[in-house]
């Protein structure tokens, strides 16, 4: 499994950004991919997963209505879209997957076994 993500950039805070997830290697039917991030000095934290059949979507309190998880199965995507981003979503964004994890398990960290290479949120005040 092959997870690479990009999107990442310099924006404003009240802008928006889109990262993108392309995923390969497999079918990911039975997946869940997700997005984590990790702020400098703190511990990666879930931000949003979507279950690759059936579209179940699961996000942190601190992104939910702000953010939006989705995904084409044509294309092996998964894309995180940002709207309303603050100086407190910086942070390196990564993506990836999780082979039939259940539902309670799906913002756990170690539900995760693959992951691609981080792109770097920064939000100015």
């Known amino acids: 499994v092959q997870l690479q993500a990009s999107g990442g950039g310099l924006v404003q805070a009240g802008e928006s950004l889109r990262l993108s997830c392309a995923a390969s290697?497999?079918?990911?039917?039975?997946?869940?991919v997700g997005w984590f991030r990790q702020a400098p000095g703190r511990e990666r934290e879930f931000v949003a997963t979507?279950?690759?059949?059936?579209?179940?979507?699961v996000y942190a309190d601190s992104v939910k209505g702000r953010f939006t998880i989705s995904r084409d199965s044509a294309k092996n995507m998964v894309y995180l879209q940002m709207n309303s981003l603050g100086p407190d979503d910086t942070a390196v964004y990564y993506c990836?997957?999780?082979?039939?994890?259940?539902?309670?398990?799906?913002?756990?960290?170690?539900?995760?076994?693959?992951w691609g290479q981080g792109t770097l949120v920064t939000v100015s005040s």
């Open positions: 990836a997957a999780a082979p039939r994890v259940i539902y309670s398990s799906l913002a756990v960290l170690s539900s995760y076994h693959y």
């Open positions: 979507i279950r690759w059949s059936g579209g179940t979507t």
């Open positions: 290697g497999r079918t990911f039917s039975g997946y869940a």
